[in-house]
């Protein structure tokens, strides 16, 4: 016999995150086969937490893998919402890139 608050075998656990600097928010969820990942973040709630996260400028992914919002879960998932970045990380290799090679001229080290 079942116990009534036992998960439907189509029902599987993912998990909801989001992060900001000062805080760090990781929803367990419990959800049916073939939901989505926009699905799951609307059933999480983290929405009306946090105001500020649009889906439509936010990117998403799983375990720090961008994928599309239609994506469907699987069992153990991490559902991951990523903030804007500050700055451009390419942009920001160049510049130490750039730094290193001025600071490395003439082929030994400045004393």
């Not at 009306?48 to 893998?65: A, Q, R, W, Y």
Request: aromatic share 4%; proline share 5%; glycine share 6%.
């Amino acid at each position: 016999m079942e116990e009534n608050n036992a998960p439907r075998s189509s029902q599987f656990l993912v998990e909801v995150a989001y992060a900001k600097p000062d805080v760090q928010v990781i929803t367990p969820l419990l959800v049916d086969a073939g939901t989505t990942l926009e699905q799951a973040i609307h059933l999480s709630g983290i929405l009306d937490v946090f105001p500020e996260i649009d889906l439509n400028k936010n990117k998403v992914g799983i375990f720090s893998k961008l994928v599309k919002k239609d994506t469907v879960l699987r069992e153990k998932d991490r559902v991951e919402i990523y903030r804007p970045l500050i700055a451009d990380p390419k942009e920001v290799r160049k510049q130490r890139a750039a730094e290193g090679k001025v600071m490395k001229k003439g082929g030994g080290n400045v004393q």
